[in-house]
DNA sequence: AGCTAATCCACGAACGCCGA
DNA sequence: TCGGCGTTCGTGGATTAGCT
């Protein structure tokens, strides 16, 4: 009796957890990235300054003095998101035998470390990993989403609008991020054969730019991309985005749990890509080979094997 | 004519590798 | 040990296409 009351006092500070304190992306977080940032570069290494003195996070869209480049805050928000990412899969993680690598090298898969993947979910807890080891890559593409001004004076910072009202287009919502994003992945698919058990899945924080949205379906479908995922629930200030694409390609995650359900789901398959180019009567044949084996899965995997030609 | 989106190019800092 | 090379990070500028 009372281990039932203890099993489920944890199980109901386990909810807790997941749905209250386990938050994703938001305001908040970019708040914490600029606070922490400002200890180890200077106001100038983080914002731009308008003609009229204010340190901006953005240029306003309808700002029309002299601008600049920033190029120091690029690697340092790439860090903070990547690690951002791997704590918050950290905790949705419960397997023990499971692990998070960051910039993750996979020999077999051509990543080596001149362009590593960002984050690994891994039955092993090394950097070089074998391809059988791998059970998700992770591609990060997270950007500072909100507008923010700085005050040097007070070593505050206060968001000063959505990224409606600025230039610069975050994440997702910019179409050669996501073009950068899947010719990564392409490169993994075509790697190796060793690839095509691994799922894929590239993570944002802004809604994904409309002309990408029947293409992140149709990703998902052939099996290259398992999903373009934001972990931003609310990118604007007023008014709502887009919550998924028709096939679930693109999704924005209301809450954690909402997210782990889905990383449980990538789990429970046992997923295969397969592609080729191939005529009609070619792959007939194939599939009459493949119809001899005993019961369905040997009949997949013998076809997978003919069209890969082992 | 004026707007937006897509595309391509460039930028500078950082980091790891490799050969001298 | 040092310098060059290749790569990634995320953002801005320029150009073009397409829409109203």
Redesign the pocket.
């Known amino acids: 009796m009372n281990n039932i009351v203890i099993y489920f006092l944890k199980l109901f500070i386990c909810l807790i957890i997941i749905v209250v304190i386990m938050r994703l992306w938001s305001k908040n977080q970019e708040k914490i990235f600029f606070i922490n940032s400002r200890k180890v570069a200077f106001p100038s290494q983080l914002f731009?300054k308008t003609d009229d003195g204010r340190y901006l996070a953005?240029?306003p869209k309808d700002y029309r003095g002299r601008?600049s480049?920033?190029?120091?805050?690029?690697?340092l928000?790439?860090k903070f998101?990547e690690e951002w990412v791997c704590k918050l899969f950290g905790r949705l993680i419960v397997d023990d035998d499971l692990y998070l690598v960051k910039q993750a090298i996979i020999p077999s898969l051509g990543i080596t470390?001149?362009?590593p993947v960002?984050l690994v979910i891994s039955t092993a807890n090394r950097k070089i990993l074998k391809a059988s080891e791998v059970k998700v890559i992770f591609?990060?593409?997270?950007?500072?989403v909100w507008n923010w001004q700085y005050f040097d004076d007070s070593n505050n910072v206060v968001e000063i609008g959505d990224f409606r009202t600025h230039?610069?287009k975050?994440?997702f919502t910019?179409?050669?991020?996501i073009?950068?994003a899947i010719g990564?992945c392409i490169g993994i698919r075509v790697s190796s054969f060793e690839s095509s058990k691994i799922p894929i899945v590239v993570i944002g924080n802004a809604p994904l730019?409309?002309?990408?949205c029947k293409k992140a379906d149709h990703l998902k479908r052939v099996g290259v991309i398992q999903g373009f995922w934001s972990l931003n629930p609310f990118p604007l200030n007023h008014g709502n985005t887009r919550k998924t694409t028709p096939y679930g390609g693109y999704i924005r995650f209301n809450n954690t749990s909402e997210l782990k359900r889905n990383l449980d789901n990538l789990f429970s398959q046992d997923l295969n890509f397969f592609s080729g180019m191939e005529n009609p009567k070619t792959l007939g044949k194939y599939i009459e080979i493949a119809n001899n084996e005993n019961n369905y899965e040997d009949k997949g995997l013998k076809f997978l094997k003919l069209i890969r030609r082992y």
């Open positions: 731009y953005y240029w601008k480049t920033l190029q120091s805050r690029n690697s928000i790439g998101t470390s001149r362009s960002d591609e990060v593409k997270m950007s500072i230039q610069g975050p994440s910019r179409s050669d991020s073009l950068k990564k730019s409309n002309g990408f």
